[in-house]
């Protein structure tokens, strides 16, 4: 028997109707509809950007304005020639990678979709989960610019907290969120703070 993750849901089937490679494209869609971090001609930072749903999805509604910079270890699974549109194949852990990131910032939204390969072990995937956006975060605060927002997948796994938390000390606001369009059976969420509040003085954490 195929197990919910196998059979196509209404979103995997919607994905399919309007070309994206993943259902998750609803799960940004929701996400900007509840929060609107998307607006305007941002520049923005995808994170673990492949097969490339939330990428396509931001061009679509950004339709030639802003810019965005993608980053996956794999490669993308469709074509995005878009002249506002930069994707590098390598790893956030790499200094390189995120020097050639920087270059092309400040950014107005760091998104990360990122996701460890997981193992089945839920305690181990969680940690991996909570190491990436703790990665995720303090680059974030390198590379976002003064009033710019930023959202991060997790595993939940009691860390949500203290990362709500230390977003707090950054952002004027920062909350957890976990779209209808998650499978029901998924113990992902999202981080989404608004309001970035600049680089640390001395004294910030
Ligand atoms: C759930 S997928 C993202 C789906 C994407 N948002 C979309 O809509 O098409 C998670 C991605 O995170 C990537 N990833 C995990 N760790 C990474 C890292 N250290 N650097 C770059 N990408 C990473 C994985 O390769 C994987 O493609």
């Keep these: 028997m195929k197990s919910s993750y196998e059979k196509p849901d209404f979103w995997s089937l919607k994905a399919k109707k309007e070309g994206y490679p993943a259902r998750s494209v609803y799960k ?14 941002p ?15 931001l061009l679509r509604k950004l339709a030639g304005r802003g810019f965005i910079a993608a980053v996956d270890l ?9 002249d506002n549109f930069h994707f590098i194949k390598g ?18 939204l760091v998104l990360s979709d990122a996701a460890p390969a997981t193992t089945g072990n839920r305690i181990v995937d969680q940690g991996a989960s909570e190491s990436i956006v703790e990665a995720v975060m303090d680059y974030a605060f390198s590379c976002l610019a003064p009033g710019g927002a930023f959202i991060a997948k997790i595993f939940q796994g009691g860390a949500e907290k203290a990362l709500l ?13 976990k779209p209808e369009a998650c499978r029901s059976e998924s113990f992902e969420t999202y981080l989404v703070a ?10 910030q954490a």
């Design 74 to 82: 794999q490669g993308l699974t469709i074509e995005l020639p878009f």
């Design 28 to 41: 940004l869609a929701e996400i900007d509809a509840k929060f609107h971090v998307v607006g305007g001609a």
């Design 91 to 108: 790893d956030l852990y790499d200094p390189a990678v995120r020097g050639e990131l920087q270059a092309l910032g400040p950014y107005n």
């Design 43 to 57: 520049r923005v930072l995808d994170i673990g950007a492949a097969p490339g749903s939330w990428s396509l999805w």
């Design 194 to 203: 608004t309001g970035f509040r600049g680089p640390a003085h001395s004294g």
């Design 165 to 177: 938390d230390a977003l707090r000390k950054r952002f004027s606001s920062a909350r957890g969120f």
